[in-house]
């Protein structure tokens, strides 16, 4: 049954764009893709949780090189600067959480094709090598999003601690990509709470926390633009977070859009998961739906 819907959507999908939908739908506005995990191809399966939202490196070049013959890649950093919208159809590629397989399988793609990216940090597994608490091998995804919607607590053995921490970016491989001139860096929550789930107070200090360390350890690279973990904005929070300094944020709402004043604290992304990145015939309608 999945294959027969699949089918439907790349053919309406197809249609739309051979007759110039994809154009007129996308000129002057930028579609944003979110990635999470990019892993080598043909790796043995793992006990990793989340794995739709594992991406194979053949998959990913192949989704930007079909992207970049038909859209503008942007640097957020750059259009979070215009005053007026993209003159063409854009698109703009960023990754959540901060998982060393961006910097060891991603990156080098990105440097190759000359894309800029940005990556959202959950800075507590960055500076304290602290991993997810619901990072737990063999849990189904339904546990995983129960298990995040629980106060942060470590579990596990400190073997399995230490070897969860490890899948996460250090702040050496951090810096490698902003040097490069083509990644940037922007808070994603300190510990990755659920913050629709929190006072107000212990949300915005878990961002404040995030965003000063990005600021503390590089300046240079970090971007004032945030985006919520899991998706799960607040629409009571934009204040405080202007006034650290922040400009907007991004969610988990399919879209695209033309300049940021449209949707400040809630701008779209689009979610590439694991069976969308294998599936060209997907990749149309993944765009038409970025409405």
């Given at each position: 049954?999945?294959?027969?819907?699949?089918?439907?959507?790349?053919?309406?999908?197809?249609?739309?764009?051979?007759?110039?939908?994809?154009?007129?739908?996308?000129?002057?506005?930028?579609?944003?893709?979110?990635?999470?995990?990019?892993?080598?191809?043909?790796?043995?399966?793992?006990?990793?949780?989340?794995?739709?939202?594992?991406?194979?490196?053949?998959?990913?070049?192949?989704?930007?090189?079909?992207?970049?013959?038909?859209?503008?890649?942007?640097?957020?950093?750059?259009?979070?600067?215009?005053?007026?919208?993209?003159?063409?159809?854009?698109?703009?590629?960023?990754?959540?959480?901060?998982?060393?397989?961006?910097?060891?399988?991603?990156?080098?793609?990105?440097?190759e094709?000359?894309?800029?990216?940005?990556v959202?940090?959950?800075t507590?597994?960055?500076?304290?090598?602290?991993?997810?608490?619901?990072?737990?091998?063999?849990?189904?995804?339904?546990?995983?999003?129960?298990?995040?919607?629980?106060?942060?607590?470590i579990?596990?053995?400190?073997?399995?601690?230490?070897?969860?921490?490890?899948?996460?970016?250090?702040?050496?491989?951090?810096?490698?990509?902003?040097?490069?001139?083509?990644?940037?860096?922007?808070?994603?929550?300190?510990?990755?709470?659920?913050?629709?789930?929190?006072?107000?107070?212990?949300?915005?200090?878990?961002?404040?926390?995030?965003?000063?360390?990005?600021?503390?350890?590089?300046?240079?690279?970090?971007?004032?633009?945030?985006?919520?973990?899991?998706?799960?904005?607040?629409?009571?929070?934009?204040?405080?977070?202007?006034?650290?300094?922040?400009?907007?944020?991004?969610?988990?709402?399919?879209?695209?859009?033309?300049?940021?004043?449209?949707?400040r604290?809630?701008?779209?992304?689009?979610?590439?998961?694991r069976?969308?990145?294998?599936?060209?015939?997907?990749?149309?309608w993944?765009?038409?739906?970025?409405?």
């Open positions: 049954m999945r294959t027969v819907r699949t089918g439907v959507k790349a053919v309406l999908a197809r249609a739309y764009a051979a007759t110039g939908g994809l154009h007129r739908q996308h000129a002057g506005r930028l579609v944003m893709l979110t990635f999470h995990r990019i892993r080598p191809d043909q790796e043995a399966a793992a006990g990793r949780p989340m794995r739709n939202l594992e991406v194979a490196l053949s998959d990913f070049r192949r989704l930007l090189a079909w992207m970049q013959a038909r859209y503008e890649p942007v640097a957020l950093a750059d259009w979070l600067e215009q005053a007026t919208p993209p003159k063409c159809a854009s698109f703009a590629v960023t990754f959540d959480d901060g998982w060393a397989d961006n910097f060891e399988q991603a990156f080098p793609v990105l440097r094709m000359d894309i800029p990216a940005t959202f940090l959950s507590n597994a960055v500076e304290n090598r602290v991993p997810f608490w619901w990072q737990t091998a063999g849990l189904p995804d339904e546990q995983i999003e129960a298990r995040k919607a629980t106060p942060p607590e579990v596990g053995s400190r073997d399995a601690v230490a070897a969860a921490a490890r899948e996460f970016l250090t702040w050496g491989q951090i810096r490698d990509m902003g040097a490069s001139g083509l990644v940037r860096f922007g808070p994603h929550g300190h510990r990755h709470m659920l913050l629709d789930g929190v006072s107000r107070e212990l949300a915005l200090a878990d961002i404040q926390t995030c965003w000063a360390l990005l600021q503390q350890r590089i300046p240079e690279w970090s971007l004032p633009l945030m985006a919520w973990p899991n998706g799960t904005g607040r629409e009571d929070m934009g204040p405080g977070l202007e006034a650290m300094g922040l400009r907007a944020a991004v969610g988990t709402g399919r879209g695209a859009i033309a300049h940021v004043s449209e949707s604290w809630t701008l779209p992304r689009n979610n590439v998961d069976q969308v990145a294998a599936t060209p015939g997907l990749w149309p993944l765009l038409m739906r970025a409405r």
